[in-house]
């Protein structure tokens, strides 16, 4: 989608520190980190919220945790945990209407979130 900020940093026309990608996913750094480690997980195709997930993305939406869990381990930090969120609309806090699952590790986290 020609103007989402998550389709140009796919696209590479907005810049981003990539953690890890491949054909369908990508992960990448978030700006403005809420942990030590914080990667925001997309699916490279445009997916609006989790309330436009149909039923052919259930196997993107498996390999979008596969791919954080897989990253959370080759960093170390899948054994003392980490929390996975996926925001959707405006009582979510969803500020980024691409699909995306927050990794954030390196620190306990607290419940419940605010
Ligand atoms: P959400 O509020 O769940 O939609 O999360 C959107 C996330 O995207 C926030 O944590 C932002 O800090 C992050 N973000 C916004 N712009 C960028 C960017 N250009 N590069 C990396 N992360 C970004
Ligand atoms: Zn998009």
Known sequence: MSDCLFCKIVAGTI???KAFED???LGFFDIHPQA???VLVIPKRHV???N???IEDERLLG???LSA???AKTQGLADSGYRCVVNCNAHGGQTVFHLHVH???GRPMTWPPG
């Open 69 to 71: 869990a897989r990253f």
């Open 36 to 38: 030590p480690t914080h």
């Open 15 to 17: 810049p981003a520190k």
């Open 103 to 105: 990794l954030l590790a």
């Open 63 to 65: 390999h979008l945790f």
């Open 23 to 25: 054909d369908e996913c």
């Open 52 to 54: 436009d997930l149909t």
């Open 48 to 50: 609006r919220t989790v």
